[in-house]
């Protein structure tokens, strides 16, 4: 048995079937449950409003590319099509369904041609010129603005240096101060946006940082002052309310009188002078010579 595997010049261990790439692959597709193609989002569904034709279009072609309808299938892309109108697009679509009209098309661009008569734009490049002067970027962002722009841009067939003209004129006026203080210039309209898309990232993180800055300032205004033992410190408010004239006049004046806190209480109580004990008139009135001021610890402290 030796022998005859050694005349066979391979043993038991290698007659073990050597598998294709193809049939890996296969295997593989087997245990994993097969692969799964993403499922189309459905178009939406058609009024008849002129100006929203043209998107319309352009999703039917992304779905019939997807499900595999990019080369003939005329019939079902018209079928299709003709399942979503609704509004003025049904009523139009309405005859030729019920084969009261004989239609005018045979396959799926005549189609789309009527609808472009029925339902385009009338003067279409009149009328994207008019949306490009009007257009403007508000709160949107710069990619926004320029997505809308560009898009209505490819029908107003106009040149680079009109186009960008309107595409700065309706940015906002930080982008637009920003391009005036720049020296950059731009070739065409691509290279404008990418601009403007650039400096409104730069301009938002400086916005960022000088905010967190302010409000940083504003914590350290409004935050109670410290002693550096971490006790409260009070502050000097000269708005603060002291009372009514006598009383501010006598607060102010109590540390020239050099007199005890008893005797400054007992005065003000008995509504005496705080300059000489005599009753019938204030301090400010008193016509009592200033003597020396003997040095009194009590009120100093």
Known sequence: MAATAERGGATSSDTTP??????????????????????????????????KLRGWLAQLIVYYRRVGWQNGSDEEKILYATSLLRDDAGTWITGYAEERITPTWDNWAGFKAELQRQFGMIDAKGQARIRLKNMKQGKRSVTEYWNEFRLVASEAEMDDSTGGELLLGGMIA?????????????????????????????LATVRHIQ???LTKNILRETAKPQNPDGTYRPTNNVNQNYGDPMELDATRKRPRFNISKEEFQRRTREQLCLKCPQPGHLARNCTKKDGPKPFNLQSRS
């Not at 050597?18 to 939406?44: A, F, N, V």
């Open 211 to 213: 905010g967190s800055r």
């Open 18 to 51: 050597i598998l294709s790439p193809e049939q890996m692959r296969q295997i593989i597709t087997s245990l994993s449950g097969g692969t799964r193609k993403p499922k189309p989002k459905e178009p939406e569904v058609y009024r008849g409003e002129r100006y």
């Open 174 to 202: 930080e982008l637009q101060n920003a391009w005036g203080a720049s020296s950059e210039k731009y070739e065409d309209l691509e290279a404008l946006a990418q601009w403007a898309i650039r400096k409104e990232t730069k």
